[in-house]
T-cell receptor, first 112, second 113 residues
Framework: AQTVTQSQPEMSVQEAETVTLSCTYD???????LFWYKQPPSRQMILVIR??????QNATENRFSVNFQKAAKSFSLKISDSQLGDAAMYFC?????????FGKGTRLHILP | GAGVSQTPSNKVTEKGKYVELRCDPI?????LYWYRQSLGQGPEFLIY????????DSGLPNDRFFAVRPEGSVSTLKIQRTERGDSAVYLC???????????FGDGTRLSIL
């Protein structure tokens, strides 16, 4: 069965520093999509970044980038130049034609 | 433009009652999803609509849960004979297609007393 594991329940990073959130998944599929979503205290989930499994190039969106290691089934999120507004729960998600699975999340604290 | 709208934002009801939760997706989004999120957990998939049809309802926990999307736009999640364990935030999301980013609503916090 497919699973998504976020092994860090909480993390803290100093403002302006870089932090990496880990996500691993278990699957026998070769075609799937991976996402990182952010959920601030306001509750609304917001897309951070998307990666297609067939693309070897790591996705990047401004200060957010991923390290996608397909063979290792790893999909970590790197946040550069952390800002106070980055404080939130971060969820990794795995989606195929017949499965949608979210991890349990990592709570990120930004220290001023 | 308008995002995904969910009503009510909060719902408190007694055990055994029937509840309906509504979701207005983004216009033009054919895919619509319902999730349940318990405290400290990630969203748990419930059901996925492509247009009017439920393409995947494998996440519905039991037959007390049902969802419809009769005209391919607004969707209603219906819970019969509510139980205290149904208390959670129910999230709705929509997207252009299943492999595209989902846009989420603010959720409905359901509390069963």
């Amino acid at each position: 069965a497919q699973t998504v594991t976020q092994s860090q329940p909480e993390m803290s990073v100093q403002e302006a520093e870089t932090v990496t959130l880990s996500c691993t998944y278990d699957t026998s599929e070769s075609d799937y999509y991976l996402f990182w979503y952010k959920q601030p205290p306001s509750r609304q989930m917001i897309l951070v970044i998307r990666q297609e499994a067939y693309k070897q190039q790591n996705a990047t969106e401004n200060r957010f980038s991923v390290n996608f290691q397909k063979a290792a089934k790893s999909f970590s999120l790197k946040i550069s130049d952390s800002q106070l507004g980055d404080a939130a729960m971060y969820f990794c998600a795995y989606i195929t034609d017949d499965k949608i699975i979210f991890g349990k999340g990592t709570r990120l604290h930004i220290l001023p | 433009g308008a995002g995904v709208s969910q009503t009510p934002s909060n719902k408190v009801t007694e055990k055994g009652k029937y509840v309906e939760l509504r979701c207005d997706p983004i216009s033009g989004h054919t895919a619509l999803y319902w999730y349940r999120q318990s405290l400290g957990q990630g969203p748990e998939f419930l059901i996925y609509f492509q247009g009017t049809g439920a393409a995947d309802d494998s996440g519905l926990p039991n037959d007390r849960f049902f969802a419809v999307r009769p005209e391919g736009s607004v969707s209603t999640l219906k819970i019969q004979r509510t139980e205290r364990g149904d208390s959670a935030v129910y999230l709705c999301a929509s997207s252009f297609d299943r492999d595209q980013p989902q846009h989420f609503g603010d959720g409905t916090r359901l509390s069963i007393l």
